[in-house]
């Protein structure tokens, strides 16, 4: 599989942002991390609130607030509201729980990703699944998340290029 550099550089050059809870900038400083990401990487944002996540993402208040902002929804929801905020062809989101949360019952720690694309003519597509982590602790939970959107971006872009005609 090609690496995200060249999947988001190739013609027509194609932009990318992210908007993050759970992974807390992590999926972020993978994409910077890669040598020439300014010329591919629209930005991020880590929303971690409830407030900022329906301020800056567009996420609905009531819906989040019935999940504690931890499902596949929320996460598409912060997708696609990166993608507006950035203006980037592909947006991926993170959303989850990094430890057990007893009091709410959730005994293993757990995250949505989702990623979001740009329709022809307006609108976008989505994505989203869910990760496991249990017995894992909490900033390796953050790394295996960050990890496995990476990985998802990778795949989804690629899926999504490949029935574009090279110009």
């Excluded at 890669?34 to 009531?62: N, P």
């Excluded at 005994?107 to 694309?117: G, I, M, N, R, T």
């Excluded at 994505?127 to 971006?153: N, T």
Aim: with cysteine; aromatic share 6%; net charge positive.
């Amino acid at each position: 599989m090609a690496d995200l550099k060249s999947l988001l550089l190739r013609a027509p050059a194609r932009t990318l942002s992210v908007a993050e809870s759970l992974t807390c900038g992590r999926l972020q400083a993978k994409i910077g991390a890669i040598s020439g990401a300014s010329g591919f990487f629209a930005g991020g944002i880590t929303a971690y609130t409830l407030d900022q996540k329906v301020r800056h993402l567009g996420v609905d208040r009531e819906k989040a607030a019935s999940v504690n902002c931890v499902s596949a929804g929320i996460a598409e929801q912060m997708a696609r509201g990166a993608v507006a905020m950035f203006g980037s062809d592909f947006s991926a989101a993170t959303t989850g729980y990094a430890e057990p949360a007893p009091g709410l019952g959730i005994s293993e720690a757990y995250a949505f990703w989702a990623v979001a694309w740009t329709l022809p003519g307006g609108g976008c597509g989505v994505r989203s699944g869910r990760i496991d982590c249990p017995g894992a602790g909490r900033l390796e939970v953050q790394q295996q998340v960050a990890d496995a959107a990476y990985a998802q971006i990778l795949l989804i872009i690629a899926e999504r290029r490949s029935g574009e005609p090279a110009r």
